[in-house]
T-cell receptor, first 115, second 112 residues
Framework: DTGVSQDPRHKITKRGQNVTFRCDPISEHNRLYWYRQTLGQGPEFLTYFQNEAQLEKSRLLSDRFSAERPKGSFSTLEIQRTEQGDSAMYLC?????????????FGPGTRLTVL | GIQVEQSPPDLILQEGANSTLRCNFSDSVNNLQWFHQNPWGQLINLFYIPSGTKQNGRLSATTVATERYSLLYISSSQTTDSGVYFCAVGMNYGGATNKLIFGTGTLLAVQP
C-alpha cells in the first residue's frame, strides 16, 4: 500500500500563469478530497470526488479553479491565471469506499508560490 | 457550519514532560481525527477516534462525542514530538461528504 502521492511537490510560477497539480489516491479508495492550507492556518476543504463524480465544491473554489477525476482514479487540480493569493499548500486526501470507515489519509502536498 | 476549537494554541515543554491538547466541536460528528504536521507539511495520522479511547505508544486520545470534545495526551515528550497538532472533524450522514473541518492547531515545542 503506497499511500497518497502528489506531484509536483513544489511549484513556483509567475502571476497570470496556469498550473496543474496531480493526486494519486490509495488504490482501493474511491473518495478523494482536495484541501488548501495557508500559513498559520489549518487546511480548508476545496472539493470532493466520489469515484469520478465531483459531489461538492467549496466557495473557496473560484471559477479560476477546476478539478477533475476522469476515470475515478487520479485527480488533477488546475488553477488558471494564478494570483499571489493562491500561494498555499495544496493537499489531497483519500478514504475508503466503506462509508462506515471515514479515516482520511493525506498526501505530502504541493506547495505553490506565485511571484 | 461546524466550529472546531483547539487549545492551547501554543505549548512549550521540557523533554520528558506530559501534556494534554483539547479539541472542542460544535455539532455531532462521525469522524474525528488527530494529525501531527511535520516541518515539511505532511499530515501524519495519529488517531481516527470518533468516540472512545485509543492508545498508541506514548500517545493516547479520548473522544466524548456526547459532550463534543476530544483530548490528545502526550506522555514523556521528545523533541521529535515538536510540530503542529491538528484536530479535524467530519460528517457523512444526511448526504454530507465527510469533508474535514480543521481546528487552528496547537504548536508544540519540546525543548531538550
Amino acid at each position: 500500500d503506497t499511500g497518497v502521492s502528489q506531484d509536483p511537490r513544489h511549484k513556483i510560477t509567475k502571476r497570470g500563469q496556469n498550473v496543474t497539480f496531480r493526486c494519486d489516491p490509495i488504490s482501493e479508495h474511491n473518495r478523494l478530497y482536495w484541501y488548501r492550507q495557508t500559513l498559520g492556518q489549518g487546511p480548508e476543504f476545496l472539493t470532493y470526488f466520489q469515484n469520478e463524480a465531483q459531489l461538492e465544491k467549496s466557495r473557496l473554489l473560484s471559477d479560476r479553479f477546476s478539478a477533475e477525476r476522469p476515470k475515478g482514479s487520479f485527480s488533477t487540480l488546475e488553477i488558471q491565471r494564478t494570483e499571489q493569493g493562491d500561494s498555499a499548500m495544496y493537499l489531497c486526501a483519500s478514504t475508503s469506499r466503506d462509508r462506515a470507515v471515514n479515516e482520511q489519509f493525506f498526501g505530502p502536498g504541493t506547495r505553490l508560490t506565485v511571484l | 457550519g461546524i466550529q472546531v476549537e483547539q487549545s492551547p494554541p501554543d505549548l512549550i515543554l521540557q523533554e520528558g514532560a506530559n501534556s494534554t491538547l483539547r479539541c472542542n466541536f460544535s455539532d455531532s460528528v462521525n469522524n474525528l481525527q488527530w494529525f501531527h504536521q511535520n516541518p515539511w507539511g505532511q499530515l501524519i495520522n495519529l488517531f481516527y477516534i470518533p468516540s472512545g479511547t485509543k492508545q498508541n505508544g506514548r500517545l493516547s486520545a479520548t473522544t466524548v462525542a456526547t459532550e463534543r470534545y476530544s483530548l490528545l495526551y502526550i506522555s514523556s515528550s521528545q523533541t521529535t514530538d515538536s510540530g503542529v497538532y491538528f484536530c479535524a472533524v467530519g460528517m457523512n450522514y444526511g448526504g454530507a461528504t465527510n469533508k474535514l473541518i480543521f481546528g487552528t492547531g496547537t504548536l508544540l515545542a519540546v525543548q531538550p
